[in-house]
C-alpha cells in the first residue's frame, strides 16, 4: 500500500491509496494553532479500513504529524504560480 497526498487548496489534500482517493486531510480553524483532520471519505467496517486507520477521523496538531502517521508519503503542492507561468 503506498499513500500520496495531492494539495487541492491551501490546507486541503486528497489522499490517494495506490490510485485511489481513499481519504480526506484538511486544516480546521481560522486561527493558530490549527488541528489537521485526516478522514475516510467512506465509513468502512473496522476491519476494511485502511491501515492506519482505525476511526474514520482522526486529528492531528500538524501536517507533519498526519504524514508521519501515514508513514512519510509523498506530497503534491498546488503551487499556482509555477502553474501559470508553465502555461
Not at 491551501?10 to 485511489?20: E, K, S, W
Not at 484538511?26 to 485526516?38: E, H
Not at 467512506?42 to 482505525?54: A, Q, V
Request: proline share 8%; charged share 20%; with cysteine.
Amino acid at each position: 500500500m503506498t499513500y500520496h497526498l495531492i494539495q487541492l487548496a491551501p490546507g486541503a489534500y486528497d489522499l490517494f491509496l495506490d490510485d485511489t482517493i481513499v481519504a480526506s486531510v484538511v486544516r480546521n480553524g481560522s486561527r493558530q494553532p490549527y488541528t489537521w483532520t485526516a478522514e475516510l471519505l467512506e465509513d468502512l467496517p473496522r476491519g476494511k479500513r485502511p491501515s492506519p486507520f482505525r476511526e474514520i477521523e482522526h486529528d492531528f496538531s500538524s501536517l507533519d504529524e498526519v504524514c508521519a502517521w501515514l508513514g512519510h508519503p509523498p506530497v503534491r503542492t498546488n503551487n499556482r504560480q509555477t502553474a501559470s507561468s508553465s502555461a
